[in-house]
Antibody
């Protein structure tokens, strides 16, 4: 079945970086963009950016431009999202989700989420 | 940038109808999408392109649009519908996306 499976919980110190993985299965990776959305405790969903796994093109929310990098390894059907210069406000659950490339129909499949805690 | 505004909470008795609004200038030109998020779980898409329902989503979920406001309607609310609901939209090519502030639906 169609699945997005994310890597496990991370605990990082302020100033460090974290890289979260999202492994896709059950569908053609290059037919869907992979989006990253985060949710701080008790807060709204927040769109961070996306990648076209086929050609590697990316777009980032202005808020995260320069501090977030999304990459892919098509041979491993995996997309990665790295956040650098972590601060306490980056403590959140990070989700990956897919959306059709040719026409956007919303994010129809989501990963289970990865909890990232930033604490000294 | 875009902003989408939702009421913080909606309360409804079982079997009644819940209506959740989402307002924003971009909604007069772009489609809205709705996600349900139960506590501790990942979001689930319940409505796309203002009023279309993905396969597997119960018929009691419906969406509508008028001007700069879109509405998610849950008819015959059940206890399992208690969750946070988020609207989402973006620019014309869905390159840049935005979520609303979320609405907590409480089933009394």
């Amino acid at each position: 079945q169609v699945q997005l499976v994310q890597s496990g919980t991370e605990v990082k110190k302020p100033g460090a970086s974290v890289k979260v993985a999202c492994k896709a299965s059950g569908y053609t990776l290059t037919s869907y963009n992979l989006y990253w959305v985060r949710q701080a405790p008790g807060q709204r969903l927040e769109w961070m950016g996306w990648i076209n796994p086929g050609n590697g093109n990316t777009k980032y929310s202005q808020k995260f431009q320069g501090r977030v990098t999304i990459t892919r390894d098509t041979s491993a059907s995996t997309v990665y999202m790295e956040v650098s210069s972590l601060r306490s406000e980056d403590t959140a659950v990070y989700y990956c989700a897919r959306g059709k490339i040719d026409y956007y129909y919303g994010m129809d499949v989501w990963g289970q989420g990865t909890t990232v805690t930033v604490s000294s | 940038s875009y902003e989408l505004t939702q009421p913080p909470s909606v309360s409804v008795s079982p079997g009644q109808t819940a209506r959740i609004t989402c307002s924003g200038d971009t909604l007069s030109k772009q489609y809205a999408y709705w996600y349900q998020q139960r506590p501790g779980q990942a979001p689930v898409l319940v409505i796309y392109k203002d009023s279309e329902r993905p396969s597997g989503i119960p018929e009691r979920f419906s969406g509508s649009s008028s001007g700069t406001t879109v509405t998610l309607t849950i008819g015959g609310v059940q206890a399992e519908d208690e969750a946070d609901y988020y609207c989402q939209s973006g620019d014309s090519s869905a390159t840049y996306l935005v979520f609303g502030n979320g609405t907590k639906v409480t089933v009394l």
